[in-house]
């Protein structure tokens, strides 16, 4: 089953999910690293350029995704308490905004002098056609800030998973794992 | 009562025209005719040139007394431009400029002696990174005249070398990569 149906997720947004979530992790800790190398460093531009080409394709899965979403029906709520349902929306809806603006603040760094982002020397993603004065450091510190709240963001949203597959036992994490 | 008058007189016009001839002049930055560039090797093979967009400054000058000349120049460091939002935004940070903990650099100097007509030695306390030192380097005027809309102009060049350790930004650049070296380039516009 390709698509979302009230009763589960379909294949597109499985594997959708478990690509990003695997390739956000792999961005932080590429993004915590690569900032300590020094210039002397082999990989000191190398981990940039990765970073960026990650995060650009990454940006392209988060919008596919999002429309993916709103071509689907969305799979029913879990039971529970109307504020937990709530606090997942809630949470859900946080995740695609943090993570969308947390990408675009990465676009805003580097592109930030008019220059392109030539995501693996193939597609170049040019820069908006205006800047803002010091546009690297704003946006520099947004990303780093976001970085750190999705990735607690992340954790919460996974302990309810493993805690509606666990406690209540209505296969919240397993719904978005492989079907037999 | 005469005498005490003429005398009055006399020190009041010896000290108004020494008003007038002590010329200041302000950095004319609102019509961007001055630059603040520097330059420093990359790994030893070539040059990388930027400048420092956001300055501001004045200073005195008179031909006939160029020894008095003085001359103070306030640098925001956040301004710093090489063409390269990424290495801008590295260069404002904590391993180089740390601009959010030092956002001004300072040169204000303590002496000029003039070598020749147009040029001389500037000695002057400066401040980079949280560090005062006191620097002495070569400076030449340019050229000094009536500007074509009823102002008076001169402008200064000159060209100093900082070992980047000395104000505590030790960020390994390589062995070619010590120094940075500053290029001023000043037109002043009388007041």
Do not use: C
């Amino acid at each position: 089953m390709l698509k979302d149906t009230t009763t589960g997720f379909g294949w597109i947004s499985i594997v959708i999910h478990w690509l990003m979530a695997f390739s956000i992790f792999g961005l932080f800790g590429l993004g915590l690293y690569m900032v300590e190398l020094t210039y002397y460093d082999a990989w000191y531009k190398g981990s940039l350029d990765l970073h960026k080409d990650i995060g650009m394709l990454l940006l392209l899965a988060l919008i596919i995704r999002i429309g993916w979403r709103f071509a689907n029906t969305t799979p029913a709520e879990l039971p529970g308490p109307k504020w937990e349902q709530l606090a997942g929306k809630v949470m859900h809806f946080g995740l695609y905004a943090v993570m969308l603006i947390l990408m675009l603040s990465g676009f805003l760094i580097s592109t930030a002098d008019g220059r392109a982002i030539a995501v693996f020397e193939w597609v170049n993603v040019p820069a908006l056609p205006w800047s803002i004065d010091n546009q690297e450091d704003i946006a520099g510190e947004i990303h780093e800030v976001l970085a750190w709240l999705l990735i607690a963001m992340t954790a919460i949203h996974a302990l309810a998973a493993v805690k509606h597959q666990l406690i209540n036992k209505d296969n919240g994490l397993k719904r978005m794992w492989i079907k037999k | 009562m005469k005498k005490l008058l003429l005398a009055t007189t006399l020190t009041a016009v010896a000290l108004l025209s020494s008003a007038a001839n002590a010329a200041d002049y302000n950095i004319d930055v609102k019509g961007a005719h001055a630059f603040i560039n520097f330059k420093i090797k990359h790994l030893g093979y070539s040059w990388l040139t930027g400048r420092f967009n956001d300055f501001d400054g004045k200073f005195s000058y008179d031909a006939k007394k160029a020894n008095d000349s003085k001359v103070n120049v306030t640098i925001q460091t956040a301004s710093i431009d090489s063409n390269h939002a990424e290495r801008d935004k590295h260069l404002k940070g904590d391993d180089f400029l740390d601009v959010a903990k030092y956002p001004t650099a300072t040169f204000n100097s303590t002496g000029y002696k003039a070598t020749d007509a147009n040029s001389g030695v500037l000695t002057g306390t400066f401040n980079l990174h949280g560090v005062t030192k006191t620097i002495s380097f070569p400076v030449t005027k340019v050229g000094e005249g009536n500007d074509p809309w009823g102002g008076y102009r001169a402008g200064f060049s000159g060209t100093t070398s900082l070992k980047l350790a000395d104000y505590g930004i030790t960020y390994d650049l390589g062995p070619q990569s010590t120094h940075v070296e500053l290029e001023l380039y000043l037109e002043g516009i009388r007041q």
